[in-house]
């Protein structure tokens, strides 16, 4: 029988964990803590990026990734746990921002070795050693099973497989899924007068956990779907689901008429070009799951030009937040999660967009940001109060 205890044992000190300054990084943007976890040994290196823990200790997915430098993973973990902080906030969540990266030692190197996980979660014992500050969940390149294995060495992962289907765990990405199309249908009543999505073209950046759940929502829909993929196997699958879509190369995605943009692949895919291309193409709503679509995510410049151009954007933070909240809910109440995820993904989006209606020359993006601002906000607040210390704006610019 399969010993499911056995994972490989890495003695605490057998890794360096170092606390790094970062506050000449041009995405520091506060951050509170970073961490540097080192095994020299084997020679896999990780950072723990923690934005803030105003509302609570951080939450935010493990990211497995090849990185060219140091300098590149710690850019990326800093970009994304400053998000978290937002997404968490505006989804109602007593969690902080925070985010992991574990540099692959290859670009071939698919998903991380028992030994990477191992060595991850030993970090993340000792980063959580004096207080909690920090909790991973899944991200790319990483699993249900990557999860369950983290389990093993350290208590700080949510979203490991649950003890039964009525109870939240395992992969959040379906409930991510679930938030988009609410939030889509939501933005086509408002944008296209469109009761549902009957009819309705949307084209799709990416096929994996997320994009592929959308695309089934869509089609039950009778929406008119186009996408595309890096892999074929995302439309064998999509086929045997009966899931009926044209498919694109990567680049004519942005070029394919549609009505709605969904991009569920990679950050930054929303640059000035493409938005200008996507606009040609008949394009009146962007609403998606990637994270960090805008180029300038941390500026807001291409949610401004959408504005200008009249295409409504879906905030990625609030409309992606399903996933996040179903695992910062495990050990919950499934029926109950998912249907808190049904209702109140979409309606914080709807409160969103009334103000973005009422107020004729604000972005949604910024929108967006002042809304989840204000709520870590008053927490800082109240946490000064309540210590009696001076409050600091612990929040980049
Ligand atoms: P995934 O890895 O399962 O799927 C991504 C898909 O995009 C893959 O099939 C990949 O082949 C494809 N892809 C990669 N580069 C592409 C490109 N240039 N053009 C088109 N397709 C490309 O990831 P996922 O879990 O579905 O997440 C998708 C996005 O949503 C990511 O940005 C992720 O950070 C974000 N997100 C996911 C969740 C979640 O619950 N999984 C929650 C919030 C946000």
Redesign the pocket.
Known sequence: MQNTKTSPHIKPENINITEISAAHHPQYMGHEKIYKIHAPKQNITAFVGIHNTALGPALGGIRFKYYEDENAALTDVLRLSEAMTWKNAAGGLDHGGGKSVIMAPSVNLRRPTDEILAIFAQGLNIVNNSQPVYFGA???NMDETSMNKLLKTTKWIKGGTAPSPEIVGGT??PL?AIGVFECMKIAARHKLGKENLEGVRVSM???????SALAQYLHEQGAILTG????DS?FEDLRTKDVQIVRVS?DEIYDAPTDIFAP????STLTDTNIARLKTAGVQIVCG???NQQQDQSGGHQSRLMHDLGILYCPDYIV?AG??IWVAKVGQDAKTVTQDIRTGVPRRFEEILKIYESASDQDMASIAARYARQRVEAAQSQNSQNTGTETHNMIGA
Request: hydrophobic share 40%.
């Open positions: 899944e991200d790319m959040p990405s991510t950046q990416g096929l994996g956990n997320v994009g595309c993929d890096v892999f995302a990567l569920n692949a990679i950050g799951a990637a994270n992606n996933g996040v």
